[in-house]
């Protein structure tokens, strides 16, 4: 579904991603983990067109995306969340959906001003499927509070929401659980494992190293830009390299 | 909700109804010309708002208008071209069309960046037409612009013809840019107002919708600007220069962001008061200053939140009194 190959970038002389290789297959759940300033985000940025990469290339379902824009990779069904809380703050929540759902609403702009019934159709269709999702991502009872308002927690799955209602068929999330009590920390989880289980392919960012070992199957990780392991959970947990990354080592510090 | 739909549906015809009427009953020619001058300014405030909706503050209208007001002069009075509506329709289209072609680079500028190369534009438009003399008349401008050609036996002489054609321009321009706001359109503008890159990452073209809330915009400035160049059969380099420019955006400002109603109001009131004041002609930019001052300070919804805001100070006012007499 996913190929990166040799996905490179330079910000001046930094190596912020040097040659990572990252194959997905459909149905994989996937954790990229590593420390902070491994250059998670930025390979995500990189794979969502947010950045153009230095080198490398990026195939999705068969088709070159390398250097794409947002929205086009985003048409195509490879869909981010972002770290930051990233929603349409004035709008209700109930809005930033409709307005997430119109990505493959397939309305041309007269059908639109003018409301034909085709229009008020999909829209009414469009309206359902927000609701479903905002029920899906936990928050169904605050479909019409304002979104700037809500709590962090809500944010977060708002933003995941957003995600879902452009119909993607890979979903990256970037630490969905940053900022997350322990009970919300738990229902996303348990979302994720659910998206997943009902066929998503999904690629998620984790920092917190427990929550991602609980879910997913199969981890890359990074440390300076670069790849230090792949593997099951249980490759991971063994590989020197890895608790290196995470603990450091006196020769690090020196 | 489908209930003040309706009612405010119905205000707006009334309105209208009462604008018809006073145009047909009432002949004074000097009213009806600053009637004319108060449609053309709110269809420029209700245009530019358009473009601010998509998270744009521009300051480019101005030479938009300039554009359409040129066009029209140039067609009727040195290409010879014999119908008004054609030449009018050019107008509008041929501003949609430079505002496409600077706002691809444009656009890609975030906030002050975007603002600033508006006033570039208004400048550059202003001093092409004050120095291309042979096709402008430089600073003179031009004059003789021929009056609309007469339709379905109407003869655009008299102050009341061009009142009921501009209430028609203004009406359709209305309809269309409140057709746009209300639909999936507008509101992918909001979105990208309040955070482009998330509407990138759910799959919105963004560079699209702001190029395109900009042509809008300039679509109907250039209309107005060739509306006005027939209307008073002259126009001059300055006309809608840089100080008319930031008008437009006080009318938007004063009258309401926010609102429809907003900018509407806003020309309407700004539009009458130089009228009104006309002793204090040379003060004009100063007061409308202060004006603006003022309202962002203690108005910061514009004039169209005052019944509002009133209201609340009433309801304030009836609660505390039996409490004072108790």
């Known amino acids: ?254 | 909700m489908n209930k003040t739909k309706r009612s405010r549906f119905g205000i707006a015809a009334v309105f209208l109804v009462a604008l018809v009427l006073f145009g047909v009953f009432y002949s004074g020619d000097y009213v009806l010309h600053v009637g004319v001058l108060v449609m053309i300014n709110v269809v420029l405030a209700s245009s530019l708002r358009l473009i601010n909706l998509s998270g744009q503050l521009s300051l480019a209208h101005g030479g938009f208008v300039t554009l359409g007001a040129y066009a029209s002069a140039v067609l009727l009075t040195k290409v010879g071209m014999s119908s008004t509506w054609l030449a009018l329709l050019i107008s509008a289209v041929l501003a949609a069309v430079i505002a496409v072609v600077i706002g691809i680079p444009f656009t890609r500028l975030k906030g002050i960046y975007f603002t600033i190369t508006g006033i570039f534009f208004v400048q550059v438009i202003v001093l092409t037409v004050q120095q291309w003399r042979s096709i402008t008349g430089g600073n003179g401008g031009l004059q003789g612009v021929p009056r609309p050609d007469s339709i379905l036996g109407i003869e655009f002489a008299s102050k009341t013809s061009f009142f009921m054609l501009a209430i028609v321009l203004m009406v359709v321009s209305l309809v269309i840019l409140w057709a746009i706001e209300r639909s999936r359109i507008g509101m992918t503008f909001l979105g990208i107002k309040q955070a482009d890159s998330l509407a990138e990452s759910i799959g919105i073209n963004t560079t699209v919708y702001k190029v395109a809330a900009f042509a809008i915009g300039g679509f109907f400035a250039g209309l107005m600007g060739g509306f006005y160049v027939q209307y008073v059969s002259a126009v001059d380099p300055t006309v809608f220069g840089f100080l008319p420019t930031i008008y437009m955006l006080i009318y938007v400002i004063v009258g309401g962001e926010d609102s429809f109603l907003g900018p509407m109001v806003g020309a309407a009131l700004l539009t009458i008061l130089p009228e009104v004041a006309r002793p204090l002609q040379s003060w004009m930019p100063l007061l409308f200053a202060a004006i603006l001052m003022v309202i962002i300070f203690l108005l910061p919804e514009g004039l169209v939140g005052l019944p509002h805001r009133l209201v609340g100070l009433l309801k304030k006012r009836t609660k505390e009194q039996p409490d004072a007499t108790s």
């Open chain 1, 1 to 254: 579904m996913l190929r990166v190959k040799g996905l490179t970038k330079n910000f001046g002389g930094l190596k912020a991603v040097g040659s990572v290789d990252l194959s997905i297959e459909p149905g994989q759940l996937v954790g990229l983990i590593g420390p902070n300033g491994a250059g998670k985000t930025t390979f995500f940025n990189l794979l969502t067109g947010y950045l153009r990469p230095s080198s490398g290339k990026v195939t999705f379902e068969g088709k070159n995306v390398t250097g794409k824009k947002p929205h086009y990779i985003a048409g195509r069904g490879m869909v981010r969340s972002f770290q930051q809380n990233a929603i349409f703050a004035d709008f209700t929540a109930l809005e930033n959906l409709i307005l997430a759902g119109h990505i493959h609403s397939g309305l041309n702009c007269w059908q639109a001003i003018l409301k034909t019934k085709t229009c008020r159709r999909r829209e009414r269709e469009i309206y359902e499927k927000a609701e479903e999702t905002l029920e899906l991502v936990g928050i169904g009872d605050l479909a019409n509070a304002q979104a700037g308002s809500l709590a962090h927690g809500h944010k977060r799955m708002l933003g995941i929401g957003l995600a879902l209602m452009c119909e993607p068929k890979l979903l990256l999330l970037d630490e969905p659980l940053a900022g997350m009590n322990i009970a919300e920390v738990d229902d996303t989880l348990v979302l994720v494992r659910r998206l997943w289980e009902d066929g998503l392919t999904i690629l998620l960012i984790e920092h917190n190293m427990r929550a991602a070992m609980s879910v997913c199957e199969r981890f890359l990780v990074l440390n300076f830009g670069r790849t230090i392991a792949e593997g099951t959970p249980e490759e991971i947990r063994s590989n020197p390299e890895v608790v290196k990354a995470y603990l450091g080592t006196a020769a690090d510090a020196a």
